[in-house]
């Protein structure tokens, strides 16, 4: 589903430059919980930043179902986004609009009929468990229910993959174990593919069945995540 080769990623600055990502090679399959787990600075976020291209990789290629999208023409990577979805630790929320307005946006964008899109976010809202917050505005919300708000907006457009920007770091014990039961029923349940960063070791050992460990830019062990944690 998604097979990143020879990835490289270096900032160039007035300080110098820093090699972010050194050579990933990563294999993604579809239906895979893929945890990327690491210490802060190691490259997590510019990793899953570069699998959409909000990052512009220096070197190497990241095969989306067969197309390499560091080649894609502006077009093609619009389209391409559609079929990938994100979510973010502090959820990033439009805080003037309310949750039924923050899910209809991509539909909006992409010109939806108006009653279609009423259609969707109200099943959009029945599969995050959020349907009695229609009206609310984000700030009326609690994390975990703005978090549940973000991933309704991040499915509206039916995308086949979910990334997740250490999506419960900013969330209690309690609340991340709910995100993460919905991430997990999210995957079976509509079978999308999702890819997880993050630096809490119980969010991959809870729900990731694939798991690789990034240290300063490079892959230092992948594999099953029983594998990976349970070695002597
Ligand atoms: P993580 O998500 O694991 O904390 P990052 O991908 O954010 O790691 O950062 C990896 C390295 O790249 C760090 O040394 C960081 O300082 C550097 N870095 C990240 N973003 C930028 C940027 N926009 N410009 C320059 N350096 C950056
Ligand atoms: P959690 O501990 O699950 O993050 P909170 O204790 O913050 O949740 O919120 C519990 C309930 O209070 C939620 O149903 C939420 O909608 C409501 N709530 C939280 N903050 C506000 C607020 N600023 N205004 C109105 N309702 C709120």
Redesign the pocket.
Known sequence: MIDIKGLYKT?T?KEGN?E?LKNINLRIEKGDIFGII??????????IRCINRLEEPTKGSVFIEDKDIVKLNDGELRDMRRNIGMIFQHFNLLSRKNCRENIAFPLKIMKYDKREMEKRVDELLDIVDLKDKKLSYPSQLSGGQKQRVAIARALATNPKILLCDEATSALDPNTTSSILKLLKSINETLGITIVM?THQMEVIKEVCNKVAV?SD?SIVEQGNTYDVFSKP
Do not use: D, H, R, V
């Open positions: 900032y600055g820093t972010a690491g210490l802060s600075g190691a490259g997590k976020s510019t990793l960063i990034i830019g």
